[in-house]
Each structure stands twice: as structure tokens, then as C-alpha cells.
């Protein structure tokens, strides 16, 4: 292994320094400390297993996690400052209508398998997230596309019935899968920079640099994936050194093992999970402008946050991550104001308060929430019952048939303001308004007429409290002193793997 | 003695039915729905219902119970709701994970348990006897993840001599590393089943102790020893036999604690996460093959238990 790095790293050190070090005992990669070697494999340790290996069959967050431009790569990417940049399109033109997008694809591109990248692919690639058995979330928002046409092997023309300012950031959710891979539920065959060599379920998946990759050559040699489903197991692999790099650290207290900076690294960065108290906008009393208003008002976010993510995590007054361009510091709107809370519970009919049911998700960090978010209402006079549910029974019983006064939850997407556009939604959250300005902010002509509609949408659910923000998760990374070059913010969950330096 | 097998043998074959229909019907009576496991929040009503329709668990529960039980005939768990990968060869997967713990957590605990456990009989009045005892119920008392951590904690964090957690990849292909990596989860398992089984024998032997026929070998010009190996191991070995049965079973159902706490891909990690996602094949195939497997130990220990206790023979003869 060691002259194998040092072989790949260009022969820094001459091969009787090698021996001398082989002498000593000491290895020849020691003495390249401080430079990244390029032949290593990097141990990731995760808490998130994909079920299985198709992003379109219900995967999970762990699938874009292991494969998003690491094995998959896609027309655009979603880079981890939130920009949208070109990844497999070498051009994109639109025409005056902007109905018809025309997309160049990039030269020399080979699939894992050997096969050519052509539009062809393309087109296979988005009919199947759009097809009728697909469990993407994004079906949704790819639905304005009429038809896909290949001219040439090089160009795919994607007719719209209506303008979509954000196409080519839908994009970069769908995968360039090859046309004659057929299930990939098991198996990839993608354009990345690394190819899958095996998937152990319930332990691991490896990942080996791809030798035909088009583009530039990662920093690295591979990856392994290890999952874990105790926290506690997942922070020993890496305080033994089994692994190199947390992805997600769930509790603060975890991180107190991790504070000597000369063995670990800790990153911070912007997740985009929220979370948030949903009312059921649609019951009584949580039709209610003043009611939804004073809640907001009775609960203190910031000791909340503090509560759970100690000194980390943010406050966001709404649901727009600071990563989303039509981000706005909101958390002005209805700050805590326990007088005024109890004074607008008042005026909207309820002087001595009412009681309601919290249907709260059984995991971290749910249950503690509500307990904070009762003791919080109990003050104004508001009575809080906690019902306990499985994420399974959430599904059904709030997202599916919106039987609810109240809940808890956590959502992790970028830019899904769009939630709020929806009436239908499970929080029932209506107003014409928004609607409107969210189906106008899409066909927009420039991404700075989207950018200041949902800007304006933004403010108006701050402003009509449509559910209670509490917070933005932290992002938080762990990592072996000597590597480096990791995403900090992991935006829906992705991890890209290209970047990372592991010190020989 | 064949009669009996024979009978032995439907009686567990009648067992697994019943036990698959049980297990089928109160598995649909949860409330849930597959459907989410696959979906996430920005499905709409139409994926949801493509999906119901793809699974089949939009179909009337006598229609599915005819699927699973023909399915069941063909020794076909039918394909896992969320991976779509086929459940049988998952199981046969975790299986080389979780029997190895099994089994030789139970060698290991035996190995430990059996010796000490007599001893502390013929300790009985001694502080020996006494401290084992005690210890013993401590073993009892503390759960099993405590030590699992507190394992970890010490031989894996602090001193690095075995993996904190985790199964190579390669599974059994490399023996040392796999071995490595089931040592410390052994351990725990072996703590406290031993632990109890230590108690079982310890009770055992002091009944034998006591009994007559050990004082007429005596008698008779046996040494103690030789009375003791002789009648007592026999006599004292019937009941302790259904109980390692009754251990063994609950060890195998109760290596999902362990499995968590080391990551180790078993099949309790795997039962979990399908419970929790409602895949209905993934949980009917783990816990058919877990109640074949707790079935066979039954039949194994009450076949043992005859063959080495003649008066459960007798009985045999004088019913028929």
C-alpha cells in the first residue's frame, strides 16, 4: 500500500529514502504526513443506509448521500453552497418563448459499463423519474414537461407546457442512468467518478474511483460506507479509528469525545432540515390568523434550540434555509413575546385558552420538543396532549389523510418553500397569494423575478404564522485530523466524495 | 421412539403454520402503511396509490394471506417491499452473522457456566459459592447493552484491542477479521446468558446433592465424584437441558439488542428496520425462519431430554 501511494503520488521521495523508512520501521507514507495521498480509501461512517439503490424506488436520503455526483452524476449539480452548476450539460438554450429547452451534452462521457454517454440516456434518465411507477418526490415538479426529443446523439430538445425557471435545478436531481441498465435497484451504472464494487446491506457499500471518468481525477482512490443505527456505535468507529468521517452528528453531547483538535476536525455547516410545529390550517382553532400568531409568539425558539443543539444550529423565523436564494432573516415575525401571545389568544376568542393534540414522531428530537413545546403553551393557558407515533403511522395518518390538529416534524429538502403553494398539502396551509406568487415565481423569465417572488411568498408565511419554524438543523461533520475537503453543508443530504484529501 | 418423532415432527410442522398465520394476521392489523417506507413527503395521492397497487397490500387481507401461504409452500419469502431485493438469500446473509453469535456465545457461556455453577453448589456454605451466586444475579440484573457499551468502552476505545463494532465486509471469506469482530458481541451475550444458565445449574446441582440416590451410591462405595458423574450429572442434566434450550432460543431472539449496539448485519437489525417500515415479506420471512429455528431447538432439547432420562421413555410406552 505504501509504495503503491507512493508511486501515484509522483515519487517525491526517492526510493533509497523509501528503504531507509522501511529500515527505520517507519512507513514511507508517514513521511509524506501533510500531503494528500491519493491512493487512499476513504471509511465513511453513516447513520443512513439506503434501503436500496435507485433514488427513484423510495431509497431514502442515503442514496443521495453515497451516490449523488459521486456515482451518479446528473445535467446539473447542486453544489454545497446551494448554486446550481453544470455538470454532464456543456450548453443550454432556451427559446423566446421559454417552452422549448434546448441542453448539449458533454463530449467523452462513458458510462461504468463502457457504453457512451448519449441524449438518448438523457431522455431515458428523466422519463423514468417522471414515469407513472416512480416514487420520486420530484415527480411533481417535472410534471410541466411534455416531451423529450433526441435530434441528435449530442442534443436533447425538452418541450415544457408551461415555463420552468427552476428545469435546470430539477435536473440536478435526476441521475444520467444508462438506457440499457434496466433495474437498478441492486446495481448502478452511472457516469461518475466512482463506480460501485460492492454493497454488503446493512453494513457496508464501496465505492472505487471510476478509471474512464471524463472529467478530472478525485483526490482519492474510494470509498467505503459503513452504517451504523446507534449513534453511540457510529461516534466509536470513529474514536477507533474505523472510520475517518462522521457525516452527520446527531446529539451535541457526542461531540465533547471529539474536542481535542490536534485527533478531530469538526465542521459546522447549513443543513436544510427545519424543523418545524405544523398546525392543521384547516381546523379550528388553527384557522385562525391570531391563534396560529400567538402560539408563535408563546414559544421561545431560542431556548428551545439551545435545549437541543447547545450553541449550534440556527434560528430562521420561516421555512427558507439560508442556502435558498429567496432567503430572508425572518426571525423577527412573531418573536417570543409571552404577553402579547396571551393578549392576541384574547382577541381571537380564547381568553382561557383552549387544549389540542400534538401528534409527535417517536424519534430524536421529537418527543423532547414537545415537552418544551407544552410546558411553553401551558404559560398562556394552553393545554397540550403529546400523542406518540411511529414515523409509519405519521405518514398515513397526517401526510396521507390529514387527521391532525397538530405535529412535529423535521423536512430536509432545499428550496421546498414550494409546500406552501400547495393547498392540498397535509398542513393546509391556503392562501391565493402565495399560491399564485409560487406558480409565477416558476414561470418567471429570470431567476431574479423567482427570486423576488418567493421572496415575497417567504414573507407572507412568516407573516400569517402558516406553521411554527423552530429551527435549522446544524450540519455537523467529524473527521480524523489530515482530512479534509468534505462538504460542509450536505444540502439534501449529498456528500461528495471528489474533494476529499485523506494525509498519507 | 420413532412413534414420538414422528409425532414430534407434526406437532412442529402444525407450530409453523399456525405460528405464520398468527404472525400474518397481527402484522396487518398494525396500524401503517408500506406504501411510506418507499414514499416520501411530495408524493401525491396517485404514487401513493401506484404503490399500494405495486406491493399488493391494497388487496383484501384473505387475497395476500392466500399469496403468503402458497408462496410459503415454495420456501419463497417473496421479495422485500423496500429493497425489491428477494428476502430468502438477505436471510440466508444475516444468518452467517447471527447464528456464529448465537452459537458460540452459547459454547462460551456454557463452557463458563457449567464448572462454576456446580462448584457454587458444592460451595454452597462458602464464600466461593456465595460470591458467585451473587455475581451470577448481578448478570441477571444488569441489560445486556450496558454491557455491550461498557465492552466497548473498554476493550475497543480505550485499550483498541478488538473493533468497537461493524462485520468486514468480505463476511466469513476473511475468518480472522469476521472473528475479531464477533469476539466482543460474543462476549456480551455469553455474560449474560451464563450468567443465568450459571444460576439453572447451580439449583440443579444442589437438588442432586441432596437426593437419595446420590447417598445409596455413596453407600454402595462410590466416591463422591463417581456418584456425582455417574448419577448426578445425569439426573441433575434433565431439566437444565430445556432450560439451554429455552436460553438458546431467547439468546437467538435477542441478538437484536447486540446487533445495534455493534452494527453487526444480523437478522435482529434487519427484523427491526422492516418492522418499522412495514415490509411485510422482509419481517414474515426473518420471523418464520426465527420460529423454525426456536421450534427445532424445542424439538432438539425434548428428543435429548428423552433419550437421556429413561422415565420420559416410559411414559412413552405406557400411554401407547
Redesign the interface.
Known amino acids: 500500500m505504501a509504495f503503491a501511494s507512493l508511486a501515484v503520488s509522483g515519487l517525491r521521495l526517492s526510493l533509497s529514502a523509501g528503504l531507509v523508512a522501511l529500515a527505520l520501521g517507519v512507513s514511507p507514507a508517514a513521511l509524506l504526513a501533510g500531503e494528500a495521498d491519493p491512493a487512499a480509501i476513504l471509511r465513511i461512517g453513516s447513520l443512513y443506509e439506503p434501503?436500496?439503490l435507485d433514488n427513484t424506488?423510495?431509497a431514502?436520503q442515503g442514496i443521495n448521500e453515497a451516490f449523488n455526483d459521486n456515482v451518479y452524476e446528473a445535467l446539473y449539480r447542486l453544489a454545497d453552497d446551494g448554486a446550481v452548476e453544470p455538470v454532464l450539460a456543456a450548453g443550454h438554450e432556451v427559446s423566446a418563448d421559454g417552452l422549448t429547452h434546448t441542453f448539449t451534452l458533454k463530449d467523452g462521457v462513458k458510462f461504468h459499463s463502457g457504453d457512451p454517454l448519449t441524449a438518448k440516456d438523457v431522455k431515458y434518465s428523466i422519463e423514468r423519474v417522471i414515469a407513472?411507477?416512480?416514487?420520486s418526490?420530484?415527480?411533481?415538479s417535472l410534471a410541466p414537461i411534455a416531451k423529450i426529443e433526441t435530434p441528435d446523439d449530442r442534443t436533447v430538445v425538452i418541450t415544457l407546457t408551461s415555463k420552468s425557471i427552476s428545469l435546470p435545478y430539477n435536473l440536478s436531481y435526476v441521475w444520467v442512468v444508462n438506457d440499457a441498465a434496466g433495474?437498478i435497484?441492486?446495481k448502478e451504472d452511472g457516469t461518475g467518478p466512482y463506480a460501485l464494487t460492492?454493497w454488503?446491506?446493512?453494513?457496508?457499500l464501496?465505492l472505487k474511483a471510476f478509471d474512464g471518468y471524463w472529467g478530472t481525477k478525485p483526490e482519492n482512490a474510494g470509498a467505503?460506507f459503513?452504517?451504523?443505527?446507534?449513534a453511540?456505535?457510529?461516534n466509536?468507529?470513529l474514536?477507533?479509528d474505523?472510520v475517518d468521517i462522521i457525516t452527520s452528528v446527531q446529539s451535541p453531547d457526542a461531540l465533547s469525545q471529539f474536542s481535542d483538535t490536534s485527533a478531530f476536525t469538526i465542521a459546522e455547516g447549513k443543513s436544510t432540515t427545519k424543523q418545524l410545529l405544523a398546525w392543521n390550517d384547516r381546523v379550528a382553532p388553527f384557522n385562525n390568523l391570531k391563534v396560529r400568531k400567538a402560539l408563535a409568539r408563546a414559544i421561545d425558539d431560542k431556548k428551545l434550540l439551545e435545549a437541543i443543539w447547545g450553541e449550534r444550529g440556527t434560528l430562521i423565523g420561516s421555512f427558507v434555509p439560508p442556502t435558498d436564494p429567496w432567503y430572508v432573516d425572518l426571525t423577527g415575525v412573531d418573536a417570543y413575546d409571552p404577553a402579547s401571545a396571551k393578549a392576541l389568544l384574547a382577541e381571537a376568542g380564547y381568553p382561557n385558552g383552549f387544549s389540542f393534540t400534538l401528534d409527535t414522531p417517536n424519534y430524536d428530537p421529537h418527543p423532547i420538543t414537545a415537552e418544551f413545546v407544552k410546558a411553553e403553551l401551558a404559560k398562556i393557558g394552553v393545554t397540550v396532549n403529546i400523542n406518540i407515533i411511529?414515523?409509519?403511522?405519521w405518514?398515513?395518518?397526517i401526510?396521507?389523510k390529514h387527521d391532525f390538529q397538530a405535529t412535529l416534524q423535521e423536512?430536509v429538502?432545499h428550496r421546498?418553500i414550494v409546500?406552501y403553494g400547495n393547498p392540498d398539502f397535509?398542513w393546509g396551509y391556503d392562501n391565493p397569494k402565495v399560491t399564485g406568487l409560487i406558480a409565477e415565481a416558476e414561470t418567471s423569465d429570470t431567476e431574479a423575478g423567482q427570486t423576488e417572488r418567493l421572496t415575497e411568498a417567504n414573507r407572507i408565511i412568516a407573516e400569517d404564522a402558516a406553521s411554527d419554524w423552530f429551527f435549522l438543523y446544524p450540519q455537523l461533520v467529524v473527521s480524523k485530523a489530515g482530512v479534509s475537503g468534505y462538504p460542509v453543508n450536505g444540502l439534501n443530504a449529498q456528500f461528495f466524495l471528489r474533494d476529499i484529501r485523506k494525509e498519507g | 421412539m420413532t412413534r414420538y418423532l414422528m409425532r414430534r415432527t407434526l406437532v412442529l410442522v402444525l407450530s409453523l403454520i399456525a405460528a405464520g398465520l398468527v404472525l400474518f394476521v397481527l402484522l396487518r392489523l398494525l396500524p401503517g402503511d408500506p406504501a411510506a417506507a418507499l414514499l416520501s413527503v411530495g408524493a401525491d395521492d396517485a404514487q401513493i396509490a401506484a404503490v399500494r397497487a405495486e406491493l399488493g397490500s391494497d388487496q383484501p387481507i384473505a387475497v395476500q394471506l392466500g399469496h403468503f401461504l402458497a408462496d410459503l409452500a415454495r420456501f419463497d419469502f417473496g421479495r422485500s417491499f423496500v429493497s425489491n431485493a428477494p428476502v430468502a438469500p438477505e436471510i440466508l446473509s444475516r444468518l452467517t452473522v447471527t447464528l456464529p453469535l448465537t452459537l458460540a456465545a452459547f459454547a462460551l457461556a456454557l463452557a463458563f457456566a457449567a464448572p462454576l455453577g456446580i462448584l457454587a453448589a458444592l460451595r454452597a456454605d462458602r464464600w466461593t459459592g456465595a460470591a458467585l451466586s451473587a455475581l451470577s444475579q448481578l448478570g441477571l440484573a444488569v441489560p445486556v447493552f450496558w454491557i455491550g457499551l461498557m465492552l466497548v468502552w473498554i476493550v475497543a476505545v480505550r485499550a483498541r484491542l478488538l473493533p468497537a463494532s461493524g462485520f468486514p465486509t468480505e463476511g466469513w471469506s476473511d475468518p480472522i477479521a469476521a472473528a475479531r469482530a464477533l469476539a466482543l458481541p460474543v462476549l456480551t451475550v455469553a455474560l449474560v446468558m451464563g450468567a443465568s444458565l450459571l444460576r439453572y445449574i447451580r439449583s440443579a446441582t444442589l437438588d442432586v446433592l441432596g437426593a437419595d440416590y446420590l447417598r445409596h451410591a455413596r453407600a454402595l462405595g462410590a466416591s463422591f465424584p463417581e456418584a456425582l458423574i455417574r448419577h448426578g450429572l445425569r439426573n441433575g442434566a434433565a431439566p437444565v437441558i430445556s432450560i439451554i434450550g429455552i436460553e438458546l432460543a431467547s439468546t437467538l431472539l435477542g441478538a437484536v439488542v447486540v446487533e445495534r449496539v455493534f452494527a453487526l448485519p444480523g437478522l435482529g437489525s434487519m427484523l427491526v428496520l422492516a418492522i418499522a417500515q412495514r415490509d411485510y415479506p422482509s419481517v414474515q420471512g426473518v420471523l418464520m425462519v426465527t420460529t423454525l429455528l426456536v421450534l427445532l431447538i424445542g424439538f432438539a432439547a425434548d428428543v435429548v431430554q428423552r433419550l437421556i432420562d429413561p422415565r420420559l421413555r416410559a411414559e412413552e410406552r405406557g400411554a401407547s
Do not use: I, P
Request: aromatic share 12%; net charge positive.
Open positions: 434501503q436500496n424506488a423510495g431514502g407513472e411507477g416512480s416514487k418526490s420530484r415527480k411533481k433495474d435497484t441492486g460492492g454488503k446491506r446493512g453494513s457496508t464501496s467505503v459503513s452504517y451504523f443505527t446507534e453511540a456505535a457510529l466509536n468507529a474514536l477507533t474505523a411511529t414515523a409509519n403511522e405518514y398515513e395518518k401526510y396521507q423536512h429538502n421546498d409546500f397535509y
